[in-house]
């Protein structure tokens, strides 16, 4: 079994900076792709960023350019760097893990507010 565990969301002015981290315990040797996804109130989750073992990563389009994912492997974590927050950007923020021999699992999700 693999534990996420999200922190740093926090409210913010629009314009600001927030990071998220995301740490894996528990089975982390099964870690394979890891990304972030958000789900805002009324609306579906949508993925924002991801990113490989092999650390590529791939983003949003409404977060190309003001968000950066990144990963630690030693620490098992992974972190998004968000910058020039909008208030579109408010929701709940939830880690992922793709697991190797498959499956995959979420964390419990941080809420990111940003105040226009």
């Known amino acids: 079994q693999v534990q996420l565990v999200e922190s740093g969301g926090s409210l913010v002015q629009a314009g600001g900076s927030l990071r998220l981290s995301c740490a894996a315990s528990?089975?982390?040797?099964?870690?394979?792709?890891m990304g972030w996804y958000r789900q805002a109130p009324g609306k579906q989750r949508e993925l924002v960023a991801s990113i490989t073992r092999g650390g590529r990563t791939n983003y949003a389009d409404s977060v190309k350019g003001r968000f950066t994912i990144s990963r630690d492997s030693a620490k098992s974590t992974v972190y998004l760097q968000m910058n020039s927050l909008k208030p579109e950007d408010t929701a709940v923020y939830y880690c992922n893990a793709d697991l190797i021999f498959g499956g995959d699992c979420w964390g419990q999700g941080t809420q990111v507010t940003v105040s226009s």
């Open positions: 528990g089975s982390i040797v099964r870690l394979n792709n």
